[in-house]
């Protein structure tokens, strides 16, 4: 792969809106109000996905006949994709023209295939996969199955290359304003161009579609943003994992709230917690302490609520009693999870979607009376813990986050191929 990345014709159109404002799932019936009892005692969790199996190897193809008109229009869009942030010199232009000029279809066919699915595939899931995309667990199913090669036979058979890979673009309106930021900076200075192109990538990594409804946590960012419509309807201040407890990227289903929880401590905290006032021992059948527990009252680490988000690593959003925290200027304070400012208003809003008939009165009763209650929102909701570094405004001007994690130049090094991961030609769905 290449070293060199040069912009050609820059083919864009400006975004409508400038930051993290853009599925349903069946609906499901609310949990009645009752009282939740502790939760036994559990195994630790741990913070990689289970393993799986290895899938076999899926069969091979030969590769179709491409009418020349086909490979034609593929060889066009490969020479504007600078506009996405990406080089067109990764996909074998040259290759491609010499195949043509061959009059081998056998060639032309080989030569186009690769062409194809490289691009496809980068389009859809990102050009940076791999380890460079440090603590990511996200899903991305927009080439899952048999798609790509249903994609594939579509362009030879029908033609309509640049419309088949237009179609795999993100749609969020952010994507958009990157790639029109990328137009005006391209005079600008290679460090700002490099950001905007590494963090259009991070946005192919993400389904396409977000959802109707959904909410987004941007790490560097320090916000919650709840959206619905493609519009922004609720978003309030965050507080994020330390450097020394980073929160993951993910995607989780959010199915509802607990309201006056019990803290779970993490092995990670049980010296700064053991034997203090305020933490109940949980003690296995010899006796000995296997864990710490906090119950629910003012003290209360989690506040005065936390969201249901199963997920492997633990992670989810939630209240505080420390609410001060919201006002610092870096708010990189957690352990990982996602402390959440006015989260109350926000499970208010989601428990009565929907017909839910969990409302702001129920809410206030159950914490008046300090039981331990899950109330189950109508949808689920999905949440995406995201880290975009750079955000951009429809006049192209940038707006930068503090990389605190130190992820950009990973990413960066590994879209540019001078040193970071290599990656497989083509993939399906990922989740690291």
């Known amino acids: 792969m290449s070293t060199r990345f040069f912009l050609t014709t820059l083919l864009v159109t400006a975004a409508a809106v400038p930051a993290f404002a853009q599925v349903a799932a069946p609906p499901v019936a609310p949990a009645p109000l009752t009282p939740v009892a502790p939760p ?17 190897a899926p069969v091979e193809l030969p590769p179709p006949a491409w009418p020349i008109p086909a490979a034609q229009e593929l060889a066009a869009y490969v020479r504007t994709v600078g506009s996405e942030g990406l080089d067109p010199r990764d996909y074998g232009p040259d290759r491609l023209d010499a195949a043509l000029r061959s009059g081998n279809p056998q060639l032309l066919a080989e030569a186009a295939t690769r062409t194809f699915k490289q691009l496809a595939s980068d389009l859809a899931l990102g050009h940076v996969r791999g380890s460079a995309r440090h603590q990511w667990f996200v899903t991305d199913p927009d080439l899952a199955g048999d798609r790509l090669q249903q994609l ?42 490099g950001k905007i192109r590494l963090n259009m990538d991070r946005w192919r990594w993400l389904p396409r579609d977000l959802g109707q409804r959904y909410i987004i946590v941007n790490v560097p960012g320090e916000h919650a943003t709840l959206v619905e419509n493609a519009q922004t309807r609720w978003k309030h201040r965050a507080i994020a994992g330390a450097v020394k407890t980073p929160t993951p990227q993910l995607s989780v289903n959010a199915t509802g709230v607990i309201l006056n929880p ?3 401590v993490p092995k ?31 003290g209360n680490a989690l506040g005065k609520i936390k969201f249901v988000m199963q997920n492997p690593h633990a992670i989810y959003l939630h209240d505080t009693n420390n609410r001060s925290l919201f006002d610092a200027r870096a708010r990189f304070l957690s352990h990982g999870c996602i402390r959440t400012e006015n989260i109350l208003d926000l499970a208010a809003e989601l428990l009565s979607d929907d017909g839910g008939e969990f409302n702001q009165a129920k809410i206030d009763e159950v914490l008046a009376s300090g039981k331990t209650v899950q109330a189950n929102f109508v949808r689920p909701v999905p949440v995406y813990i995201v880290y975009f ?10 707006v930068q986050y503090n990389d605190l994690y130190k992820r950009d130049g990973r990413v960066l090094a590994a879209l540019n191929d001078t040193g970071g991961p290599t990656k497989p030609a083509t993939k399906t769905a990922s989740s690291n």
């Open 152 to 193: 594939l036979m579509q362009a030879v058979t029908r033609g309509g290359v640049a419309e088949i890979m237009r179609g795999l673009l993100p749609t969020h309106p952010q994507y958009g304003a990157l790639r029109h930021a990328l137009t005006v900076e391209q005079a600008g200075g290679a460090a700002a161009v």
């Open 262 to 264: 019990w803290w779970e």
């Open 40 to 56: 036994p005692a559990g195994t630790a969790v741990s913070a990689q996905p289970d393993a799986l199996a290895p899938a076999p």
């Open 389 to 398: 570094s750079t955000a951009a405004l429809t006049d192209g001007q940038l």
């Open 268 to 298: 990670s905290l049980t010296g700064e917690v053991a034997g203090k006032r305020g933490y109940v021992a949980v003690r296995g059948k010899d006796g000995k302490v296997q864990r710490w527990r906090q119950p629910p009252g003012p």
